[in-house]
């Protein structure tokens, strides 16, 4: 049972470049989330999905797109890295709403 | 202020020794709490939720004081496996509210 599964680990890229981040969950989960973690900040949500075919913005959507392609997979995008998005970058799921979530073991991402 | 806050810690303490850790929040309309540790540089996992009437986990107990609007966690007969930091978690009723403290980061020596 691998839980939640994201990739890439580890990611450099340039400013200006894209890329999108690629999360799924196999434990039949309703909920989904995208986190943004820096140093003394704690976890920021980025954006969260209820169930499959919505998405909401959290606290920090700027510079971000989500999909919710399916009931496991959430992905999220970066159209124009920006220096400022260098974080460690969490996917999570729930059964639903309000309940506890499990974590992805993360994406290192640096923009230079 | 900010909506979760907790004492950033470090907290340095030896084996066996017995910790608290307090976190308090602004939203009263709060629903569900928890408290998450987070290993260095792993993701946060759930060590427990906080019931109104207070629960307790093995050597972790967490209590709830809506009135003051604080929870806290006691962590008894500390080992060196308990090292980690330790993440409130404040609910307000929906995903979107999920809001985490900052983290109190627990070293213990031997």
């Known amino acids: 049972n691998a839980g939640v599964t994201q990739t890439p680990k580890f990611q450099v890229l340039k400013t200006g470049q894209s890329m999108t981040l690629q999360c799924a969950q196999d434990?039949?989960?309703?909920?989904m989330y995208w986190y943004r973690q820096d140093p003394g900040m704690g976890l920021r949500l980025i954006y969260y999905?209820?169930?499959?075919?919505?998405?909401d913005k959290g606290e920090v959507p700027n510079g971000y797109n989500v999909s919710r392609l399916n009931k496991r997979e959430f992905s999220l995008r970066l159209e124009s890295a920006a220096p400022s998005q260098t974080s460690v970058y969490f996917c999570?799921?729930?059964?639903?709403?309000?309940?506890?979530?499990?974590f992805g073991d993360g994406t290192r991402l640096s923009i230079l | 202020r900010k909506e979760v806050e907790q004492d950033p810690g470090p907290f340095n303490v030896p084996e066996g020794a017995t910790v608290a850790f307090n976190c308090t929040y602004s939203?009263?309309?709060?629903?569900?709490f928890f408290w998450y540790r987070q290993d260095c540089r792993k993701e946060p996992k759930l060590l427990m939720s906080?019931?109104?009437s207070g629960n307790e986990d093995g050597r972790f107990t967490a209590q709830l004081n809506r009135a003051s609007q604080y929870i806290s966690l006691l962590i008894r007969d500390s080992k060196l496996s308990d090292s980690a930091t330790y993440l409130c978690?404040?609910?307000?009723?929906?995903?979107?509210?999920?809001?985490f403290g900052p983290g109190t980061r627990l070293s213990v020596l031997p």
């Open positions: 939203n009263s309309a709060s629903q569900s």
């Open positions: 999570a799921s729930s059964e639903r709403d309000a309940q506890p979530q499990h």
């Open positions: 434990m039949n989960h309703n909920s």
């Open positions: 999905s209820a169930s499959e075919g919505t998405t």
């Open positions: 978690v404040v609910n307000a009723n929906y995903g979107q509210n999920f809001v």
């Open positions: 906080v019931y109104s």
